[in-house]
């Protein structure tokens, strides 16, 4: 019964487990927010691109 009290206290490790779970929330959370902001990013060159390509046909 000591052994499973003893294990039971032990909280070696449980600081790092816990530093690696909000690591894996925080590069979750950024991943996520960098590809919606990646897609933004991409729709906004291609219109740039096309107005460019639009003007450049139209002065010429």
Do not use: P, Q
Not at 27 to 42: Q, W
Not at 47 to 58: E, I, S, Y
Request: aromatic residues 6%.
């Amino acid at each position: 019964m000591k052994f499973f009290n003893k294990l039971r206290r032990n909280e070696e490790g449980a600081t790092a487990i816990e530093y690696g779970l909000i690591a894996a929330l925080i590069a979750v959370a950024a991943i996520t927010a960098l590809d919606s902001l990646g897609d933004e990013v991409s729709t906004t060159f291609n219109n740039v691109d096309t107005t460019m390509a639009a003007a450049n046909t139209a002065g010429a």
